[in-house]
């Protein structure tokens, strides 16, 4: 058990510019969640994935913010055109199961300039 | 949709045992409780999960109650390496999956 893995752990970048983060779950696990966390507050949820099926987003994915999980392995989370507001900390979870808790990865960081 | 509620902060010291409490009023016959740890630029932690009654492991317990609405985090005899923002997930594992986390409390253990 290796963990989830997010890449890069920091991003910065300018305003308007397009953003890729990768998340590789931990292996055996099928289920794939990415949520958003900022200075002082939870995490929020963002969307969910079983396998390759994305089965949830969040009102607050806007029309900017689109996640893939090709092949039901690792996920990648692209912001286009980022706004000021888009700079927090973006996590990733897996979990082996539908009863199985969430493990997390140490999240990338993005701040937008 | 399970929305929640924790104190903001705690002080303890080494030694003690520490309970956070969360609020969950709404709870969904499907949520189950999940309690995290995290550390600063750090992803959250697993620490803790159930459902009903009474979990139990080696670092700590969850006491919930008959009719669900809150849960209770104990730790026991904390350290000063038990400092960290602790949170509750309340999330439903069949329907929608939107899971809401607590507003955290932010332990402080004093030496």
């Known amino acids: 058990d290796t963990g989830v893995s997010q890449n890069p752990r920091h991003k910065i970048t300018k305003r308007g510019q397009n953003v890729t983060f990768r998340c590789d779950p931990i292996?055996?696990?099928?289920?794939l969640y990415w949520y958003r966390q900022t200075l002082g507050q939870g995490p929020e949820f963002l969307t969910y994935?079983?396998?390759?099926?994305?089965?949830?987003k969040s009102r607050l994915l806007s029309d900017r913010f689109s996640a893939e999980r090709p092949k039901g392995s690792f996920s990648t989370l692209e912001i286009q055109r980022t706004e000021q507001g888009d700079s927090a900390m973006y996590l990733c979870?897996?979990?082996?199961?539908?009863?199985?808790?969430?493990?997390f990865g140490d999240g990338t960081r993005l701040s937008i300039l | 949709l399970a929305k929640t509620t924790q104190p903001i902060s705690m002080d303890s010291y080494e030694g003690q045992e520490v309970n956070i409490t969360c609020s969950h009023n709404n709870i969904a016959t499907n949520d189950y409780i999940t309690w995290y740890q995290q550390f600063p630029s750090q992803g959250p932690r697993f620490i803790i999960q159930?459902?009903?009654t009474k979990v139990t492991n080696e670092v700590a317990s969850l006491f919930i109650p008959a009719d669900r609405k809150s849960s209770t985090l104990s730790l026991p005899r904390v350290s000063l390496s038990d400092t960290a923002v602790y949170y509750c997930?309340?999330?439903?594992?069949?329907?929608?999956?939107?899971?809401?986390f607590g507003t955290g409390t932010r332990l402080k253990v004093l030496a």
């Open positions: 994935f079983q396998n390759e099926a994305q089965l949830e």
């Open positions: 159930g459902y009903k």
């Open positions: 979870a897996s979990s082996l199961g539908k009863h199985q808790p969430q493990h």
């Open positions: 997930l309340v999330g439903p594992f069949s329907g929608t999956y939107k899971y809401i």
């Open positions: 292996s055996e696990h099928n289920r």
